[in-house]
């Protein structure tokens, strides 16, 4: 004789509830992860950015400074070459001759 055991039904709907709810608990976790997962990406991706666009301005800067030193390099040494050659800033000095102050009523 084959006997075949079988749940009775409502305690295989319960079952069947029970995989459905634990299945959607599941997605929902994997859900949760996925939004995390994109959320870090991104702000690590600003982050790149960020630094790459810090590190071009840098460039740029040094690219400037080092254009404006050539300039400069080239003037004096033109200046020279046609004999203008300018000496070298001198300090100004401010004399502090003290002002008369004109005496009020008293």
Known sequence: ???????????????ILQNEREREIK???SGKEAVEAQ??????????DQALK???KEEDRKAKAAIKEKIERDKREREARLG???????????????TPQPQGRQ
């Not at 959320?39 to 600003?46: A, L, N, R, V």
């Open 1 to 15: 004789m084959n006997i075949v055991k079988t749940f009775p039904p409502r305690l295989t709907t319960f079952r």
């Open 27 to 29: 997605r929902r976790a």
């Open 39 to 48: 959320k870090k990406w991104k702000e690590d991706q600003m982050k790149r």
């Open 54 to 56: 810090r590190k071009e």
């Open 84 to 98: 203008r050659a300018k000496p070298a800033p001198q300090p100004t000095t401010t004399s502090t001759t003290p």
